[in-house]
T-cell receptor, first 112, second 110 residues
Framework: GENVEQHPSTLSVQEGDSAVIKCTYS??????FPWYKQELGKRPQLIID?????GEKKDQRIAVTLNKTAKHFSLHITETQPEDSAVYFC???????????FGRGTQLTVWP | DGGITQSPKYLFRKEGQNVTLSCEQN?????MYWYRQDPGQGLRLIYY???????QKGDIAEGYSVSREKKESFPLTVTSAQKNPTAFYLC?????????FGPGTRLTVT
């Protein structure tokens, strides 16, 4: 529902390192958890999502994990590249049908 | 998301004027959304519509109005009652779970 907390707000990593962004939520009815990437001046783009019936999903260098008991989910980016630099938003779809609740975003900077 | 268009990309208006932002989609999505984004801020939901001729207020609806007369179109009017209208406005559409965003309109009111 309304409370989606995202941490950290900024994250700097060296190229090749891993990056992890974590979100927590409070609505036990939440069943869908997408992640969006927004480059400067561009639209947010859906990069990966997970539904409540699975615990982990991978797509090449990115993965999302979900812990429904603890009510948190995380985005993992491995072998980071400078082009991964962007703002990442988590979101969740809870008991209010039809809408998503977004976290406040994480500015990821990958240094070459 | 290439099927969601917003026009214009940049819009300038004088204070006290109403302005309407366009959002069109050809993805046959039932649901459409309007978000506002301020510099360094997250995405705040203004209005959303799950079906034609029906819409719901989001978290910051005051000073805004919408209509949903056609499935493909969801225009947003920023009225003179909106105290701080300068922002980046994003339209989105979706089905069931996923939402896909349009390219956005950057509105500047002086």
């Amino acid at each position: 529902g309304e409370n989606v907390e995202q941490h950290p707000s900024t994250l700097s990593v060296q190229e090749g390192d891993s990056a992890v962004i974590k979100c927590t939520y409070s609505d036990s009815a939440s069943n869908y958890f997408p992640w969006y990437k927004q480059e400067l001046g561009k639209r947010p783009q859906l990069i990966i999502d997970i539904r409540s019936n699975v615990g982990e999903k991978k797509d090449q260098r990115i993965a999302v994990t979900l812990n429904k008991t603890a009510k948190h989910f995380s985005l993992h980016i491995t072998e980071t590249q400078p082009e991964d630099s962007a703002v990442y938003f988590c979101a969740e779809r809870g008991s209010t049908l039809g809408r998503l609740y977004f976290g406040r975003g994480t500015q990821l900077t990958v240094w070459p | 998301d290439g099927g969601i268009t917003q026009s214009p990309k940049y819009l300038f208006r004088k204070e006290g004027q109403n302005v309407t932002l366009s959002c069109e989609q050809n993805l046959n999505h039932d649901a459409m959304y309007w978000y506002r984004q301020d510099p360094g801020q997250g995405l705040r939901l203004i209005y959303y519509s799950q079906i034609v001729n029906d819409f719901q207020k989001g978290d910051i609806a005051e000073g805004y109005s919408v209509s949903r007369e056609k499935k493909e179109s969801f225009p947003l009017t920023v009225t003179s009652a909106q105290k701080n209208p300068t922002a980046f406005y994003l339209c989105a559409s979706g089905v069931t779970y996923e939402q896909y965003f349009g390219p956005g309109t950057r509105l500047t009111v002086t």
